[in-house]
C-alpha cells in the first residue's frame, strides 16, 4: 500500500509546502519558460561492470542522514561518507527531493559520490523521480522551509532549479531509466508502451518534456515517475502487463521505487520480476533503512538486522 500522504501528479494546491506556493505562482511562468541548457547525457543500457555487483536504493526525500546510513549498510561509503565500494554500482531511483530539508546536501553528496566512485573504477547512477520533476516545474506544494532555507531562500532555490542553474543542470541530464544487464530501473513503472520506446528514448522524452510548460503525457500518472500499478494492481493483472513489458525491453526484472511500502521491507511479486525498493528510508517515512543488492543477478535485501534472500525470476 501506498504512504496515504504520497503526492498526486501536479493538479493541486495542498502538501506540506503550501505555505510556499502563493510565493512561486508568479515565478513559475519563468522558470518554466527559461533557456534550455545542454548537460551532458550518461550513458543507459550499461553491464554490471567488474565488479558485477549493482546496488539500488529507494527515495531518499532530502534525508542526508538516512541517506548514509544506507549506503553504509550497503559498504559503498565509509565512516567519513567517502567512497568505498570499489566497482561497484549504485542505482538511485529518484525522489532526492522534497519532505525532508536537505535536498541541496543530497544533491551534492550524490554528485561527489559520482565522481569519486568514477574514481575507482565504479559507478553512480541517480534517476529521475517524480518529485524532482515536480520541482523542475515550480511545484513545491512538498517543498519544507529548512529545505529552502538550505538554498539560501525562495529566489535562490529558484535560481537554482533553473536550466541554467546548477541543480537545474544536473538534474535535467539525469536518466530517467537505465537497463543494467537484465534488469531495467525506473522510478514509478514502465508501461508497456512506454517499454516499447527503450529506455534511451524514455529519458529523452521525459528530459525533453521538462522544458515544456505543458504537461505532457510521459509526466502524467500513467508515466515513468508516478505509475504504481506494478504495486497496487492484483497480482495476476499486474504481471501479465509487467511481462509484455520486460519482453519489450528484453529485461527479466524491473526495480522501482516511488510507492512507499508500509512494511519498510523490499516488496518482490510475480516470482521476483518486480522488486519495490522504497521501503521509506528517509525519517519522514520512518527511516526504514533496506538497500538491494544484485550480483550476477541473486537479489538479496540488505536490512540493519542482516541480509535477506529474495526471489530472483
Request: glycine share 14%; charged share 15%.
Amino acid at each position: 500500500m501506498p504512504s496515504l500522504q504520497t503526492p498526486r501528479p501536479p493538479t493541486a494546491s495542498h502538501g506540506a509546502g503550501a505555505f510556499i506556493v502563493t510565493l512561486l505562482l508568479a515565478l513559475t511562468a519563468t522558470a518554466c519558460s527559461a533557456g534550455t541548457a545542454n548537460p551532458s547525457v550518461p550513458p543507459r543500457a550499461v553491464g554490471a561492470g567488474p565488479a558485477g555487483r549493482v546496488v539500488a536504493i529507494g527515495d531518499l526525500h532530502a534525508d542526508v542522514g538516512a541517506a548514509l546510513d544506507t549506503l553504509r549498510l550497503a559498504g559503498l561509503v565509509d565512516a567519513h561518507g567517502d567512497w568505498s565500494g570499489g566497482h561497484a554500482t549504485l542505482v538511485q531511483t529518484g525522489d532526492l527531493m522534497d519532505r525532508g530539508p536537505r535536498s541541496l546536501g543530497l544533491v551534492k553528496l550524490m554528485r561527489s559520490l559520482s565522481d569519486q566512485a568514477a574514481a575507482a573504477g565504479g559507478r553512480v547512477i541517480c534517476l529521475l523521480g517524480n518529485h524532482e520533476a515536480m520541482n523542475l516545474r515550480g511545484d513545491w506544494r512538498y517543498v519544507s522551509p529548512a529545505d529552502v532555507a538550505e538554498f539560501g531562500g525562495v529566489k535562490a532555490r529558484q535560481a537554482a532549479l533553473l536550466p541554467a542553474g546548477d541543480v537545474g543542470a544536473w538534474l535535467r541530464g539525469r536518466d530517467s531509466a537505465v537497463q543494467i544487464d537484465n534488469v531495467v530501473f525506473v522510478h514509478g513503472g514502465l508501461r508497456p508502451q512506454w517499454a516499447a520506446m527503450g529506455v534511451d528514448a524514455i529519458s529523452n522524452g521525459v528530459r525533453s518534456a521538462l522544458l515544456r510548460q505543458s504537461s505532457p503525457t510521459i509526466l502524467g500518472e500513467e508515466g515513468p515517475l508516478w505509475y504504481r500499478g506494478y504495486l497496487l494492481e492484483p497480482e495476476p493483472l499486474a504481471c501479465a502487463e509487467l511481462s509484455q513489458a520486460l519482453t519489450a525491453l528484453g529485461a527479466r526484472r524491473m526495480v522501482v521505487g516511488h510507492t512507499t511500502q508500509d512494511s519498510g521491507k523490499i516488496i518482490s511479486r510475480c516470482g521476483g520480476q518486480l522488486l519495490g525498493i522504497d521501503t521509506g528510508i528517509s525519517t519522514y517515512y520512518g527511516r526504514h533503512i533496506a538497500a538491494l543488492d544484485l550480483v550476477d543477478g541473486d537479489a538479496r535485501a540488505l536490512y540493519p538486522s542482516g541480509p535477506e534472500d529474495l526471489p530472483d525470476p
